[in-house]
């Protein structure tokens, strides 16, 4: 079992920066494939970013590739999201996911059936 908590979501201007955090609690953070998806109102959740159980593979929707960093710390046993240049359309829910599964390629890490265990969220409001 796993447990995770986001943290660093906010009411934030457009054109500036925010880093989220995902806590993890419980079994082996090292073990676990790690992701990012968000849900803006009146629309479903959607891929973010992704990186592999062992760190060096990460995976990022094409829209969104270039301004979300997406990085984990398994010392800590978090994973960050880093996103820059923020625009009003990033609004939304921003859950961490962590998975179970040792696949690691794309069309596998981008998929939310992949992911065993959800964050509660966590709310990032862009202001224009």
């Known amino acids: 079992q796993v447990q995770l908590v986001e943290s660093g979501g906010g009411l934030v201007q457009a054109g500036g920066s925010l880093r989220l955090s995902c806590a993890a609690s419980?079994?082996?953070?090292?073990?676990?494939?790690m992701a990012w998806f968000r849900q803006a109102p009146g629309k479903e959740r959607e891929f973010v970013a992704a990186?592999?159980?062992?760190?060096?593979?990460?995976y990022y929707a094409d829209s969104m590739e270039g301004r979300f960093t997406i990085s984990r710390d398994n010392a800590k046993n978090t994973v960050y999201l880093r996103i820059y240049s923020l625009k009003p359309e990033d609004t939304a829910i921003y859950y961490c996911?962590?998975?179970?599964?040792?696949?690691?390629?794309?069309?596998?890490?981008?998929?939310?059936?992949?992911?065993?265990?959800w964050g509660q969220g966590t709310q990032v409001t862009v202001s224009s």
């Open positions: 996911a962590a998975g179970r599964g040792r696949g690691y390629v794309r069309q596998y890490l981008t998929s939310d059936g992949v992911y065993d265990y």
């Open positions: 419980g079994e082996t953070f090292s073990t676990y494939n």
């Open positions: 990186v592999a159980w062992f760190g060096s593979t990460t």
